[in-house]
């Protein structure tokens, strides 16, 4: 048995171990988890930083019909 989550997140300013200055994202992480004798585990995962630009062009979300 397996299960899908999808999950939009916002990701605050911060920097890395190196010293860069990462700005504020949102992303879009998606999970695939399997039912195992000692419960749920993760199997796989995938995270999408959502382009703010393109934002305004999502057909699911805005709207757009091209």
Do not use: Y
Not at 14 to 19: K, L
Request: glycine share 10%; net charge negative.
């Amino acid at each position: 048995m397996w299960r899908l989550a999808v999950v939009t997140l916002k990701m605050g300013e911060f920097t890395t171990p190196d010293g860069e200055l990462r700005g504020e994202t949102q992303d879009k992480l998606s999970l695939i988890f399997v039912k195992c004798e000692e419960g749920w585990r993760i199997t796989h995962g995938h995270n999408t930083v959502i382009d703010p630009n393109a934002q305004p062009f999502d057909p699911v979300n805005s709207g757009w019909s091209g």
